[in-house]
């Protein structure tokens, strides 16, 4: 592939193929992070929602040119997946103890020491969001900000559990048949990306299901059934000082605990952008809607797209970097009220 500009030159196929895989051992069990990019740059981890991948999640915003060339030329990508959804992951084993969300956010910091990672950027879709805030309020120090798609951040309600146990338990009997596929698919994306009866659904979600079917029941249960236990974490929100981006789909099914994890979040760090048109996956049905935000959200640390300035792309990530009039939400060019996007849907 021809270079993305004077200054960077990527083979998206290659990013794609070629990162490397590691499995770290944690306390509670093996945890598979694929690592893009130069690890002298800052890291930035991303956590994907239940059932998915970081392929699955977040391929559709990593496909965009300008997206791709934004985030490697100022980081070095870490790709946590929950324990066994990793490509050929084998089934867990029914004996392990199910870990709780408290667990999981603890597997992050063994990764962050595997790697001896001091402090790091933070993306995470619904489920992972809501990981990765849990692991921000527990490590403020390890984490320079949090970059959250249609986060989850109060515990289930009665409805919503029941739901998902009942979920659960089709996956124990029936693993991940056809009906339960289009209940997940349901969580991601909007009712227009799922098409209809005379409208075929989007490529996209088509690949999407097709990732689903590759999934193993009891990995998938275990990740499931350990957010659909998750405790209200909005008083730990209110305490959190690193900078937020938060998107969200207006079609989400999350839509409205999105709004109330925002009110709970120190606005003059935070700053919510809503996405017309769209469900949970912003980066996989609307990518481009996430770009601008996302450069000005990462200007405020000093960071910028290849070629705007001469600074290192390997500097520190440190908000004593940062100048103060850099710390209000409206130097990111961002309102934080909703900001109403709608782009094209195909990068």
């Known amino acids: 592939m021809a ?5 960077v030159s990527v083979d998206i196929e290659e990013i794609y193929n070629g990162g490397k895989e590691h499995h770290v051992k944690t306390c509670h069990g093996l945890v598979s992070v694929v690592v893009y990019g130069d690890q002298e740059k800052p890291a930035l981890i991303t956590y994907p929602d239940v059932a998915l991948n970081y392929l ?8 965009c040119p300008e997206a791709l060339s934004l985030l490697l030329h ?7 997946s ?3 959804h990793e490509f050929g992951a084998a089934p867990v084993c029914s004996n392990d103890p199910s870990p709780s969300v408290e667990d999981l956010a603890d597997q992050i910091l063994e990764v962050l020491n595997f790697f001896r990672l001091e402090s790091v ?3 995470g879709i619904t489920a992972g969001a809501y990981i990765l805030s849990l692991f921000a309020i527990k490590h403020k120090d390890r984490v320079l900000g949090l970059i959250l798609i249609s986060p989850l951040c109060k515990a289930p309600s009665w409805s919503e559990w029941f739901y998902y146990k009942v979920v659960s338990n089709l996956l124990y009997y029936y693993g991940m048949s056809g009906l339960l ?3 997940f698919l349901q969580r991601y994306f ?6 209809s009866s005379d409208v075929p659904e989007r490529d996209v979600v088509h690949e999407c299901r097709r990732l689903l079917g590759e999934r193993h029941g009891i990995s998938l249960r275990r990740f499931l059934e350990a957010i659909n236990r998750r405790h209200d974490i909005t008083d730990g929100l209110r305490s959190l000082k690193c900078r937020t981006l938060v998107f969200v789909g207006d079609q989400s099914p999350f839509h409205s605990e999105t709004l109330h994890m925002v009110a709970a979040l120190d606005r003059q760090y935070s700053a919510l952008v809503e996405v017309q048109a769209c469900g949970s996956m912003v980066t996989e049905e609307q990518p481009h809607a996430m770009l601008i935000p996302m450069e000005f959200f990462l200007m405020g640390f000093g ?6 300035v001469s600074d290192s792309p390997t500097s520190p990530l440190s908000p004593s970097c940062i100048s103060p009039e850099l710390l209000s939400p409206e130097s990111l060019g961002l309102k934080l009220k909703p900001i109403k996007t709608r782009v094209p849907t195909k990068c």
């Open 3 to 7: 270079g993305l500009n004077d200054d």
């Open 56 to 63: 699955s999640c977040f391929q559709g915003l990593f496909l």
């Open 74 to 80: 100022n980081f070095c990508i870490y790709h946590i």
């Open 82 to 84: 929950p324990p066994g």
């Open 121 to 123: 950027m933070c993306m």
């Open 181 to 183: 596929k289009d209940r």
């Open 190 to 195: 909007s009712k227009e990306a799922r098409g």
């Open 303 to 308: 960071l910028h797209r290849p070629g705007r």
